[in-house]
């Protein structure tokens, strides 16, 4: 791997007595984006914020950037590019005045300079003008993050950037994450959507506030010892609730026509399936998708934690 932008160890967070962040341990290399998932509120936002200096951990520690998490939290978020949940510039100011005022608030020297480049370069200059409240989703979520990597971060910290925006915009919006990538930066992001975490280097998931899976996509495939089975033919989408009452049968999710069933014992798998296959129903052996593999996840871990 290359050197490590971010090394952290046995990281915790409590909020009012209650633990959110449990143990978390987690290596990211220079210029990766790693991809963090997992259910509503498992503790993603306050581990990214706490990899980043923005949020001091009860517990733990390590570095970002070469720098203490907690003796240089205020160095670490100088050199940090944080994209909220939420479109947080001024609605009632124009693109180009959005920018300037970041410029401001980071004390940039060159300011005019650094907009232009900036509106150049994300494909806004035709809207400098344009009040920030008037643009589409796609174009507000690239002028936020215009706004958080005016400063030239070494790491940026984007927090389920592309909520609520059409797939065009989100490809154009990930197409220039990785621009940023290619020139250094470490990108740590969170997200629900599936195609984001498949373009993302690495992924982490997390659940409960424990991290239970890390890598890349295909390594979290292959570590989930998920194997899965498509059927398809006549009807086959109302077996489904027959089908997953079976011993072995940990999942069943319909594909359009088709159905997927899964399970880490292939086994107890292909006994559920035994009885149905045959003519008119086809079944062959699948590659268990990502989504398989995270509800799987969710599922296991909500039979440990509650
Ligand atoms: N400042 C805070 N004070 C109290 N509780 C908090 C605070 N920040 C987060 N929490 C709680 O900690 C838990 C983890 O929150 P966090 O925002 O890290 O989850 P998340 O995985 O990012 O969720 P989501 O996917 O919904 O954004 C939640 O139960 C949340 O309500």
């Known amino acids: 791997m290359s050197a490590a932008a971010i090394d952290v160890q046995g990281l915790n967070k409590s909020f009012g007595g209650r633990r959110v962040v449990k143990d978390v341990a987690i290596r990211v290399g220079e210029g990766r984006i790693t ?6 509120g498992s503790g993603k936002t306050t581990t990214l914020r706490m990899l980043c200096g923005l949020l001091t951990p009860d517990s ?3 570095t970002a950037l070469g720098l203490d998490i907690i003796a240089d939290a205020a160095e670490i978020k100088r050199q940090t590019g944080y994209m909220t949940q939420r479109f947080s510039l001024y609605e009632d100011l124009t693109v180009a005045e959005n920018l300037m005022f970041a410029a401001r608030v980071h004390e940039l020297d060159r300011r005019s300079e650094r907009v232009d480049a900036a509106l150049e370069q994300l494909g806004l200059a035709e809207r ?3 009040l920030s409240g008037t643009l589409s989703g796609g174009w507000k979520q690239r002028l936020a993050l215009a706004a958080a990597t005016l400063h030239e971060p070494r790491l940026l910290l984007l927090d389920e950037p592309t909520a609520g925006v059409d797939p065009l915009a989100r490809r154009t919006f990930w197409d220039e994450i990785h621009a940023l ?3 250094g930066l470490t990108v740590l992001v ?6 984001e975490a498949e373009r993302c280097h690495d992924i982490a ?3 409960y506030g424990e991290l239970i899976a890390r890598g890349t996509a295909d390594e979290v495939i292959a570590q989930s010892q998920l194997h899965t089975w498509r059927g398809e033919g006549p009807g086959i989408d109302r077996l489904a609730r027959e089908i997953a009452g079976k011993p072995g049968v940990e999942m069943v999710a319909p594909f359009g026509l088709a159905l997927h069933i ?12 035994a009885p149905y296959r045959q003519p008119p129903l086809r079944w062959s052996p699948a590659e268990p998708t990502l989504e398989d593999v995270f509800i ?5 871990a909500r039979d440990n934690f509650q």
């Open 296 to 300: 799987h996840l969710m599922a296991h």
């Open 35 to 40: 991809g963090f998932l997992g259910p509503n």
């Open 262 to 273: 899964s399970g880490t014992d292939p086994a107890a798998l292909e006994a559920a399936i």
């Open 60 to 62: 733990g520690g390590g």
């Open 128 to 130: 400098r003008a344009q």
């Open 190 to 195: 969170s997200t629900h959507y599936m195609d």
């Open 181 to 183: 990538a290619g020139r």
């Open 205 to 207: 998931y997390i659940a």
